[in-house]
């Protein structure tokens, strides 16, 4: 596929504003009409948001494959399907994110990972800031995984997507998990809120052994290399979870044999 370019700043600028605008007004009159219905949390907000964007919304990861030279065209999509799913749970409560919305954002993922994953490979220096661009990615991951974390509707969705990303992200995220708080941090969360998804549709067992070891890795680098009591807390969990999941099996297995 061909890629876009531009001859200066403006025109990136000008097709930023084309391309992502009319979203921007729509998230408006959504957030609008939220503080005209106050609390009444069975209005389905989020369709309200999705229906009058969907060519634009179903466009985006071709936008971002289009314009992968430009990091900010792919920051600012990522942006746009992380306050998608945003605004559905601080509007009305619930939880009705549809199997196609879990695609766009799949496909989405995976052309950064494909288009900027150098990104996420490079080894950053101490005078280097945070890519922010990563940290979206992670953010994007982790409310694509909380959500479900107490709704089983459309749970298989969000165990492939996790498995899939998982398998891609995982091996190249040590040298950022030691290197950047906010990135690291985010990504426990990410970890956690998957993992309990996991567990609660009993699913756990579906983890590939290589992603399970790297979560272990994920685990000790959380508990041994940071002074930040969040990040620890976050990684005592993830083990407190699979230690529960181990007995709770081993007690099912006891429990058939005997």
Request: hydrophobic content about 45%; some cysteine; aromatic content about 10%.
């Amino acid at each position: 596929m061909a890629t876009a370019a531009f001859q200066n700043v403006d025109q990136r600028q000008e097709c930023l504003r084309h391309l992502l605008e009319p979203i921007g007004a729509r998230f408006d009159s959504v957030c609008a009409e939220a503080s005209r219905l106050h609390n009444e949390t069975h209005v389905p907000l989020f369709h309200l948001f999705i229906k009058p964007c969907e060519n634009v919304f179903h466009r985006l990861p071709d936008i971002m494959l289009l314009f992968r030279n430009y990091l900010t065209i792919n920051v600012a999509v990522m942006k746009v399907l992380i306050e998608m799913t945003t605004i559905q749970v601080a509007t009305s409560g619930a939880v009705d994110l549809s199997r196609d919305f879990y695609e766009v954002c799949f496909r989405a993922m995976r052309c950064y990972m494909e288009t900027q994953g150098q990104r996420i490979e490079k080894i950053y220096g101490d005078d280097e800031e945070q890519p922010d661009d990563v940290l979206i990615f992670v953010e994007l991951f982790k409310k694509l995984t909380i959500q479900y974390v107490f709704e089983q509707a459309e749970h298989s969705v969000v165990a492939n997507l996790g498995i899939t990303i998982l398998s891609n992200l995982m091996p190249k995220m040590y040298p950022l998990l030691e290197r950047f708080p906010d990135i690291a941090m985010a990504y426990y969360k990410s970890l956690n809120c998957f993992i309990e998804l996991l567990v609660c549709n009993n699913e756990l067992h579906q983890l590939p052994a290589e992603i399970l070891n790297h979560i272990f890795i994920t685990i000790k680098i959380g508990l041994t290399s940071f002074t930040y009591p969040e990040i620890q807390g976050h990684s005592l969990d993830l083990l407190i979870t699979f230690g529960d999941s181990l007995i709770q099996e081993h007690r099912k297995s006891f429990a058939a044999f005997t």
